[in-house]
């Protein structure tokens, strides 16, 4: 006896307000509130197939194309978390309760490389089980149990994950703020400096700052409830600079708790600061703020800016980090033309790499909508649970 094939995209998310730090490192639960922008699974996402059956002798996963172990105690959590929950509400029979799955997801982007791709993965597994199981109830905070982050990805538009006090965990949920269509102007830019695994992950590294970071501790009572309350009101205004202003902020004190750690850790690199320079000039030149820059564990910039923004931005980013393929380094934006003046580019003030390649790819993307079903039949798993397409 088999289950059919259920599949799931699910999106990345990049927060305007970071999660860094625990309560609880087993039910991952938040130290604070953080809010997020979904973007766009046309763009970037993991796409995860599952099915259940009594033939299958233990649970399985394949993951970019490899198979991996299943003993990762977060991936239990998750299933173990969904079968309670099936349970609980009776949506399946005893006997699917007792098969075993199988599991198959790739990422369209780098895998933890400070992309949020545990928060894309999680949340597609997450939806894609409860779909299985036929699940009415919430599952951010099953998807929470994969990874602190992914619990924004269940839903779409603007996101916030809220830190809850209830040491079981039960209010530690995501909730929408606003959907995709409510700023249809909004942008990001994921500048890639670097797409391979970073040295501290982000588990390890909030687990250092949580133990030892003063700062940390000036940021959870004092600033990010401020910033929190204000930056919602700025999505719900959509006010571009009070959105912007208060995502510089939050990235940069992210980044200084790194610091304030002992031992710190940097995630940022040359390229980070350099990007942070053109940004803040580039704001100054404007006469207002007109981009936001903000950085996950890695060095790789999010820019969130306005529609009307792109084409300078992209122009500017292309005159200041040659690349040896200018017309191939945005992925999802047909041309731009050049539209900002050797006069503009002089006034920024900035001098321009002679490095080539220091920024590899630019993601062009927007806001998006959550998780959703895939309909087309075009399944990671054949009908008896088995990877398609050259799987090892
Ligand atoms: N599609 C997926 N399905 C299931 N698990 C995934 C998937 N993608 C990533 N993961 C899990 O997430 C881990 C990577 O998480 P990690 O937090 O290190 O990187 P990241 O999410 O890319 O970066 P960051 O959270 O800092 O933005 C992988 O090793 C894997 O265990
Ligand atoms: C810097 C961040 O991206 C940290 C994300 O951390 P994770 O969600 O990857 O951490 P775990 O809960 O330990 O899996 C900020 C954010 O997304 O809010």
Redesign the pocket.
């Given at each position: 006896m088999s289950s059919s094939v259920v599949t799931v995209v699910a999106p990345v998310n990049i927060a305007v307000i970071k999660y860094w730090g625990k309560r609880d490192e087993e039910l991952i639960l938040p130290l604070n509130d953080s809010v997020s922008a979904t973007l766009d699974t046309s763009v970037m996402c993991?796409k995860?197939s599952v099915f259940a059956s009594s033939n299958i002798t233990c649970n399985e996963i394949w993951?970019n194309g490899k198979k991996e172990s299943f003993s990762?105690k977060r991936l239990i959590n998750c299933l173990d978390a969904i079968k309670s929950i099936a349970a609980k509400e009776k949506s399946v029979d005893d006997d699917f309760l007792s098969w075993n799955v199988r599991v198959c997801?790739v990422?369209n982007f780098p895998?933890?490389?400070?992309?949020?791709?545990?928060?894309?993965?999680?949340a597609?597994?997450v939806t894609a089980l409860a779909k299985l199981y036929n699940l009415k109830s919430d599952v951010s905070c099953v998807a929470r149990l994969g990874?602190g982050?992914a619990c924004r990805s269940v839903y779409g538009g603007f996101v916030q994950w809220h830190a809850g006090t209830d040491p079981s965990g039960k209010d530690s949920v995501a909730t929408q703020i606003a959907e995709a269509s409510h700023w249809p102007e909004m942008r990001a830019l994921i500048l890639v400096v670097g797409d391979k695994a970073k040295k501290t992950?982000?588990t390890r590294g909030m687990n250092i700052t949580a133990q030892t970071s003063e700062l940390l501790k000036h940021r959870i009572q004092h600033c990010v409830p401020q910033r929190t309350t204000s930056i919602i009101q700025s999505i719900k205004e959509r006010n571009f600079p009070k959105f912007a202003e208060i995502t510089m902020k939050d990235s940069n004190q992210f980044h200084a708790v790194c610091m304030d750690s002992y031992p710190p850790f940097v995630y940022l690199t040359e390229v980070s600061h350099k990007i942070i320079e053109i940004i803040h000039k580039y704001n100054d030149l404007c006469g207002g703020i007109k981009v936001a820059y903000t950085f996950?564990?890695?060095p790789n910039a999010c820019l969130y800016l306005l529609e009307e923004e792109v084409p300078k931005m992209i122009s500017i980013i292309k005159h200041f980090f040659p690349s040896t393929t200018p017309d191939n380094l945005v992925t999802g934006l047909e041309s731009t033309s050049e539209l900002v003046s050797s006069d503009f580019l002089e006034k920024l003030a900035v001098t321009a790499e002679t490095k080539k390649d220091l920024i590899k790819n630019v993601i062009y993307t927007k806001v998006g909508q959550g998780p959703t079903e895939v309909t087309d039949g075009s399944h990671l798993l054949d009908e008896h649970g088995l990877p398609l397409n050259n799987i090892e």
């Open positions: 993991a995860t993951l990762n997801s990422n895998t933890a490389a400070g992309l949020a791709s545990s928060a894309a993965g999680y597609c597994l990874s982050s992950s982000s996950d564990a890695g």
